[in-house]
């Protein structure tokens, strides 16, 4: 099977180079559809310039995705180390699983194949949620909250990140976790809610069920609600029964970018 290119779909303009000085760091997050990446600050979590995406190569093969990679790195002529995020499980560099992306990956030693694509200079890959995470915790709405500190990712399934004062525990894959009979994500993601038509009411009873389970186990000092439906965060957040804070995420888009910056700097 023969792989698609991957056309840039922004109209971004190129931010400065790494020769604009500073504690800057560079992030990509891969996505099912998009790639995604920029210089990021390190010291305040922005954006040097726009954010510059291609779409994610169908299929999705490393080799293709890791080309993808290097083109949003090309595209700002960055010539420091990459952070990269991929939506699966990353330990001792290799890939264990792979959501929405293709089933090739799992077994990838990830910083072999990246470091080939990028001439060789030093990478650091992670889970695209506990990269969110990071930066939340850092830069986000978790910022100065001390503690445990759980960021949530409600979409097509539930993505999870734990901090601890600032330290990540990497791949927690808590969507997967069994509330009651079922996975917490085949009850509680976005996704559900879409499928099934329910009300905001009805879904953020079976989000409290799932976060009471966390809180039961973690005992979190707060939940930090990401993916597309934190945008709507006053319409259910209010109706949840769960005794831990819950806010919304607030650095959206660029959250993964700038989680993956920080972990390769780190």
Do not use: C
């Amino acid at each position: 099977m023969t792989e698609s290119p991957t056309p840039a779909t922004s109209d971004a303009v190129p931010g400065p180079g790494p020769e604009t000085g500073g504690n800057l760091g560079f992030g990509v997050d891969v996505g099912g559809s998009g790639t995604k990446g920029g210089i990021v600050d390190l010291d305040t979590g922005q954006l040097v310039g726009e954010r510059f995406k291609v779409l994610t190569p169908q299929p999705a093969s490393p080799d293709a995705v890791a080309g993808a990679v290097a083109e949003v790195v090309a595209h700002f002529d960055w010539q420091g180390p990459v952070g990269v995020t991929l939506p699966g499980v990353v330990t001792d560099g290799v890939m264990r699983t792979a959501a929405n992306i293709d089933k090739a990956w799992i077994g990838t030693d990830v910083y072999d194949l990246f470091s080939k694509h990028l001439g060789g200079r030093e990478v650091a890959a992670l889970n695209d949620a506990d990269a969110a995470g990071l930066a939340e915790d850092r830069f986000g709405a978790g910022k100065d909250v001390s503690g445990v500190v759980m960021l949530l990712t409600f979409g097509t399934g539930i993505g999870s990140a734990l901090m601890v004062d600032g330290t990540l525990v990497p791949n927690t894959e808590l969507g997967h976790m069994i509330v009651g009979h079922k996975e917490a994500e085949h009850q509680a993601s976005s996704k559900v809610k879409e499928d099934n038509d329910w009300s905001y009411e009805k879904w953020a009873g079976k989000v409290s069920d799932v976060l009471v389970a966390y809180e039961n186990l973690f005992w979190p000092n707060l939940f930090i609600a990401g993916g597309g439906i934190s945008r709507k965060a006053h319409k259910w957040v209010p109706l949840l029964t769960n005794r831990t804070p819950v806010v919304p995420a607030t650095l959206r888009n660029t959250a993964g970018i700038v989680g993956a910056a920080m972990a390769v700097a780190d």
